[in-house]
């Protein structure tokens, strides 16, 4: 059973900075891992894919979103700089195998000043 769990999520003020996390248990290792968001009102969107040897930022990130090199290969733990307000949102990992594709339950981050 694959289960996948992310945390690091909170309230911080514009400008400011989170480490999130997802960890996945019932797998191996990752081949593939989606980062996405959900804003009230909005549509679930993509904001970082990481497939084997590569790491592919959305617009609305890069630059200010990154992941460590040290990162274990059954954790991804993404870094959040330079926060703003529009970032609030759930954030959700993503990954799947021969058997079919797997969400988080997401974690919640709110910039508000």
């Known amino acids: 059973q694959v289960q996948l769990v992310e945390s690091g999520g909170g309230l911080m003020q514009p400008g400011g900075s989170l480490r999130l996390s997802c960890s996945a248990s019932?797998?191996?290792?990752?081949?593939?891992m989606g980062w996405f968001r959900q804003a009230p009102g909005k549509q679930r969107e993509l904001v970082a894919t990481i497939t084997r040897g590569t790491t592919l930022y959305a617009d609305s990130v890069k630059g200010r979103f990154t992941i460590p090199g040290d990162s274990a290969k059954n954790t991804v733990l993404p870094q959040m700089n330079g926060l703003k307000p529009e970032d609030t949102a759930i954030y959700y990992c993503?990954?799947?195998?021969?058997?079919?594709?797997?969400w988080g339950q997401g974690t919640q981050v709110t910039v508000s000043s």
């Open positions: 019932g797998i191996s290792s990752i081949y593939f």
């Open positions: 993503n990954t799947k195998n021969a058997f079919g594709s797997y």
